[in-house]
């Protein structure tokens, strides 16, 4: 509808210079909230979830973007993880967003998980993220979020 969101699917070409790799799909840019959002849908392995979303996360720093949404409720069977893989892709997110990006999980209430390891891992790599059940949450906790 007649928003005024700057947005762009990452689905398009490449610019010249660029470097080569197969477009991000259902990654949308929001410049004018700061931010990305990432909705994957289908089935995917745990490994290719994890990559996609770091590199959404690295889509947001190089591009100034504070906030990224990653919105899990349209996966199917979504993959089972154990703590340490939970842990092992926090680590990883957490390089890729160099302490610049905070991250809003979306997921289907029954996967929240109470406060974990992972979570305090999150906050010790330098990783603000934080689950809801709705996107308005999500926005809503993003946008009062404020880098020191």
Known sequence: MGRSYDRRNLDAPAAAGDEV???LAGLAIEREHAL?????????RIH??????GRAIETCRSGGLSGLIVDLRGLENLPATSS???FLMVEEWAAFAHGQVAIAFVVVQPIVHPPSFVR???????LPAEMFA?????????AGFRRP
């Open 48 to 53: 290719e979830l994890a990559d996609a979303i």
């Open 134 to 142: 709705g996107e308005r949450e999500a926005r809503a906790w993003l």
């Open 36 to 44: 990305a959002a990432y909705r994957p849908v289908g089935s995917h």
């Open 21 to 23: 790799r197969a477009p």
């Open 120 to 126: 305090r891992a999150a906050v010790e790599f330098g």
């Open 84 to 86: 340490v893989d939970r």
